[in-house]
């Protein structure tokens, strides 16, 4: 059983696990995310934590609206998610 984490080590894990998802697109599109939102409230870092444990094309697809997020995930930050307006396009 993992230790309890405190809530700075706990968004750093959350910050690193956002940026390293496997592929360039995957890291902008979570990663961007992560870091657009700012401020996070328990609900919503367990919200993300959940997120993080899915497949990076799902959530891709959810967040263009390819495919529609399974009920668990819907609401205001899935809604967040998929305005896509938070990744900075490298020139």
């Known amino acids: 059983m993992e230790p309890k984490l405190d809530r700075d080590a706990r968004l750093k894990r959350l910050r ?3 940026w390293h ?3 360039r697109e995957a890291d902008l599109l979570i990663g961007g995310f992560f870091d ?3 401020s996070w409230t328990e609900a919503e870092m367990a919200w993300f934590e959940a997120l993080l444990e899915e497949q990076d094309v799902d959530v891709m697809a959810w967040a263009i609206g390819t495919a ?3 009920e668990r995930f819907e609401g205001p ?3 967040r998610l998929q305005t896509v307006n938070y990744i900075e396009h490298p020139r």
């Open 16 to 18: 690193f696990r956002a």
């Open 21 to 23: 998802r496997g592929t």
């Open 36 to 38: 657009a939102q700012g």
């Open 68 to 70: 529609a997020p399974p």
């Open 77 to 79: 930050l899935m809604r």
